[in-house]
């Protein structure tokens, strides 16, 4: 007849077992200490939440990476249990109605300094690894031409490549200036040797070159001690003959448009692997349109280059008053025309 009181005595007894190891997993120093972490992060206080960690060191680093990364603070910072796991859950505000959310987990040692979450950057999202953290980034249909009002392209993105010179290489300056003269007359070892003397022991920018310039002599380039290079993207003239003062306000202009259709995406960017989480893609733009008209354009260029006092041409539709073309001469230019 007492078996029952028996069986009762024994379910109370693995009751409170399983709530006393529950409170031992999670209890309120881990939480208290999550909590605290969170706060510090909503702030911006990194030295504060590293300090909450394991290695304050590494920690600060990897969550000034992340803060850096999306460019904020996160609106919202809260601690919950999920799956028997303390999670830390942030809501990221990145600006013109776009929102992120992210998901951490937490794990804890005990240190001669109390309880410390065992820092990895999984605290902040569950995705980054090691050496881990987010990134924000706007996207832009960069391969989106500018055109003139037949269709005709006036300018596109283009591979240029920046090529400098280390002080210490300063007896390379004929060399370089040698390979780079068909492209950049203007360059000579003279000049190359006149403005370094002036940088202080900085590198010297030597010359820009797009990539039908630059790929020829790349690999003599490439030779030269002291010669560092550097590739990278600009709106440039299709045809770089084709000068004009009215497309000098045209990259800015089709930078404008390019935001107003812009994308964007978050990432997890880790060591050897890069994870979009989230984002949108830009939207759809064939080209940016013109009212310059390239063949006159080239007519009104080859009026004023044979002109030896200062020349410039403008042509204007009549019809609708937009620019059809604007040219100058080196005359012209010489005076700040």
Not at 217 to 243: F, K, P, W, Y
Not at 248 to 257: G, N
Not at 287 to 310: F, G, K, R
Request: charged share 20%.
């Amino acid at each position: 007849m007492r078996a029952p009181h028996r069986l009762l005595l024994a379910s109370v007894l693995t009751l409170i077992m399983v709530a006393t190891s529950s409170c031992a997993l999670f209890t309120n120093e881990s939480h208290d200490t999550l909590r605290a972490f969170a706060d510090a992060i909503k702030v911006g206080d990194v030295d504060a939440a590293a300090a909450l960690t394991t290695d304050p060191a590494t920690a600060a680093v990897d969550i000034q990476s992340t803060l850096d990364g999306l460019g904020t603070t996160p609106t919202t910072v809260s601690v919950g249990l999920d799956s028997s796991v303390l999670e830390l859950v942030a809501v990221w505000e990145l600006g013109s109605g776009r929102f992120l959310e992210t998901q951490g987990t937490a794990e804890f040692a005990d240190t001669a300094n109390g309880l410390r979450i065992q820092w990895s950057p999984k605290v902040l999202d569950k995705r980054l690894e090691p050496n881990g953290h987010l990134l924000f980034a706007e996207l832009l249909d960069r391969e989106t031409p500018v055109v003139d009002r037949n269709g005709g392209e006036v300018m596109t993105w283009q591979t240029v490549t920046t090529i400098s010179l280390n002080p210490s290489a300063i007896d390379s300056a004929d060399a370089v200036a040698a390979l780079v003269s068909n492209a950049a007359p203007s360059v000579t070892g003279a000049s190359i040797r006149e403005e370094m003397s002036a940088l202080n022991d900085r590198d010297y920018i030597v010359v820009a070159l797009r990539e039908s310039d630059f790929a020829p002599i790349r690999d003599e380039l490439s030779a030269i001690d002291g010669v560092g290079l550097s590739e990278h993207g600009q709106l440039l003239n299709v045809d770089r003959s084709l000068t004009s003062p009215a497309l000098r306000e045209l990259p800015e202009a089709w930078e404008e448009i390019l935001h107003d259709h812009k994308g964007w995406s978050v990432s997890a960017v880790n060591p050897g692997e890069t994870i979009v989480i989230t984002g949108g893609e830009p939207l759809e733009i064939t080209d940016v349109p013109t009212s310059l008209d390239l063949q006159i354009q080239q007519a009104a260029l080859d009026a004023v280059s044979s002109e030896e006092q200062p020349a410039t041409i403008v042509a204007i539709d009549p019809s609708t008053g937009g620019v059809l073309a604007v040219a100058q001469n080196s005359a012209a230019d010489t005076q700040g025309q």
